[in-house]
């Protein structure tokens, strides 16, 4: 990663909301045989699978690409489309060690503005050799508190063998999002399917063909560095997408399936269509390829530390707090342990939670978790998040999050607010101690949205421990639906400049709301 400027005139604009500027003739990358870049290429270096930008903040953000051959990147912001006035970055020198990816970070950009960008990628050993320019755009976080924060969040990407169907458009519940033209998109977690292959058809219940895009690498599960490459990359075959990601700027976690289902540290497979069994080599193998096809500032070659977990600052009314409930985890188990310190998060990303969320000084803290809290997510006679189905006293890893809440009570932390996905339907929780076996806790709302483009699955139970109140849900009466049958869900979280208000709107493909709270600011917990 470079972030080296090579002007200093950083553009300004008038405000322009809703401007997009992205290449709409960007060609559909080649199918199959593309995985690895040839080096013996006629022309110039060509960036067809798009750009995007990730880790937004008041002066800095991330953006990225990928070439199809060695290249020099370099990036131009602009505050205009026009790029009249422009400031240079010199970004890294691309090759076949990232996968042809790169990533380059921009800083001292002006806050609360939209910046317009272009990624030129130039021969290594003619920089005056360029291509085409591919160009984007993301707004800034806004340093002053009465232009308010709009974000939209989802995930479960191309899951149950659901993948990119030219019969539908693709991935058009993208274009919706896109047409909400929000400050910036919340992926929580499973980005891919890397344990899920996509086959060329599926024939549904009714006797419908879906069809789906295919390529080599997602014919079988992912095992090797260069298989969950392709995994990743089978996404940005759709033109949905590419435009998308050209126009919002992203904040991606990761989860389960970016490895394989309900994975654990230290697990050993036993699922046969794996050669490689050790959990721990394939996982970071996806780690890898993870922080190649995202921006993201936590992650090589920015931070060599290598965490997804991390807080972003969105301005003075938000904080957003992204977990990782997977690296650090213990395994999955009954969940009945009367002592247990490492719980789903691990000892130290707990402490890092709650010494951030104490020096958070955002009117609200948005808590984006991988799994659910309160829904009982079974992994056969074990249990895959935190919940475990016994309604009585904190156990297991629910111990971890009593310990959470406890803090955050007794600290008076306000305006801490929980997002999720994982479970492929879509709900709203409210916890309250009243009605709770464990009551040391003030009371807070939990979000469930997704998937995206994945199958659609039955509502799970509640568990008691902490007082949920299912006030909305919207699921199928089975498992396994595709997108066809059942729309993919993704939210939207709204902050209102002057009154503070948070409105949370649950929206199904097409746009439609469907079920809309609004909180008030200043409130312990929620």
């Known amino acids: 990663m470079s972030d080296r400027p090579q002007s200093s005139r950083p553009g300004r604009r008038g405000v322009l909301r809703g401007a997009l500027a992205t290449s709409a003739a960007l060609a559909l990358p080649a199918v199959g045989g593309?995985?690895?870049?040839?080096f013996a290429l006629s022309g110039r270096p060509k960036a067809g699978w798009g750009v995007q930008a990730g880790d937004v903040g008041a002066h800095s953000g991330l953006v990225w690409v990928r070439s199809d051959r060695p290249a020099r990147m370099v990036v131009e912001t602009s505050a205009t489309e026009s790029f009249k006035n422009l400031t240079r970055w010199r970004g890294p020198l691309i090759g076949p060690d990232t996968d042809f990816t790169g990533t380059t970070r921009l800083r001292g950009l002006p806050p609360g503005e939209q910046i317009h960008?272009?990624?030129?990628?130039a021969d290594p050993d003619d920089p005056r050799r360029t291509g085409e320019p591919v160009e984007g755009t993301f707004r800034t976080a806004s340093v002053s508190r009465r232009d308010g924060v709009r974000f939209l969040w989802s995930g479960d990407i191309a899951g149950q063998g659901w993948g990119i169907n030219p019969d539908r458009g693709g991935y058009r519940v993208y274009e919706d999002m896109r047409a909400l033209d929000p400050d910036f998109f919340l992926c929580s977690g499973d980005n891919i399917y890397a344990d899920g292959p996509i086959l060329p058809s599926v024939t549904l219940p009714d006797g419908r063909v879906w069809r789906n895009v295919t390529t080599e690498e997602k014919s079988?599960?992912?095992e090797t560095l260069d298989e969950f490459r392709g995994a990743f990359r089978y996404n940005l075959l759709d033109e949905n997408l590419r435009r998308f990601n050209a126009q919002i700027?992203?904040?991606?976690?990761?989860?389960?399936?970016?490895?394989?289902?309900?994975?654990?540290?230290?697990?050993?497979?036993?699922?046969e269509r794996y050669t490689e069994k050790n959990v721990d080599v394939l996982s970071a193998r996806s780690l890898r390829a993870f922080s190649e096809y995202f921006p993201i500032s936590t992650l090589p070659p920015g931070d060599s530390e290598g965490r997804v977990?991390?807080?972003?600052?969105?301005?003075?009314?938000l904080d957003v707090f992204v977990l990782d409930m997977r690296t650090y985890r213990n395994a999955n188990s009954p969940g009945r342990q009367t002592e247990d310190a490492t719980g789903i998060l691990g000892a130290e990303q707990l402490a890092w939670l709650k010494?951030?969320?104490?020096?958070?000084r955002a009117v609200w803290k948005v808590i984006a978790s991988d799994m659910p809290l309160g829904l009982v997510v079974p992994d056969g006679t074990n249990f895959e998040a935190v919940a475990q189905g016994d309604p009585g006293a904190p156990l297991g890893r629910e111990l971890q999050l009593a310990e959470l809440l406890r803090h955050i009570k007794h600290e008076r932390i306000t305006g801490t607010l929980w997002l999720t996905t994982d479970v492929h339907y879509t709900s709203a929780q409210h916890y309250e101690p009243s009605n709770a076996a464990f009551k040391d806790f003030e009371p807070?709302?939990?979000?469930?949205?997704?998937p995206l483009a994945a199958g659609g699955f039955k509502a799970l139970k509640l568990d008691g421990t902490l007082g949920p109140r299912q006030v909305f849900i919207k699921a199928p009466d089975r498992n396994n639906t595709s997108p066809a049958e059942t729309p993919p869900y993704f939210g939207e979280v709204e902050i209102d400049g002057g009154s503070g208000e948070l409105t949370v709107r649950l929206r199904q493909e097409g746009g439609d709301v469907l079920f809309a709270q609004t909180l008030q600011p200043g409130r312990v917990g929620q």
């Open 117 to 121: 960008y272009r990624v030129r990628l």
């Open 444 to 450: 807070f709302w939990e979000f469930v949205s997704g």
């Open 355 to 360: 010494r951030e969320l104490s020096r958070s």
């Open 34 to 38: 593309a995985a690895a870049p040839a």
């Open 309 to 317: 977990y991390r807080v972003l600052r969105q301005g003075p009314l």
């Open 249 to 271: 700027p992203t904040i991606t976690q990761w989860d389960d399936h970016e490895v394989h289902n309900n994975w654990y540290p230290g697990q050993i497979l036993t699922d």
């Open 220 to 222: 079988k599960v992912a």
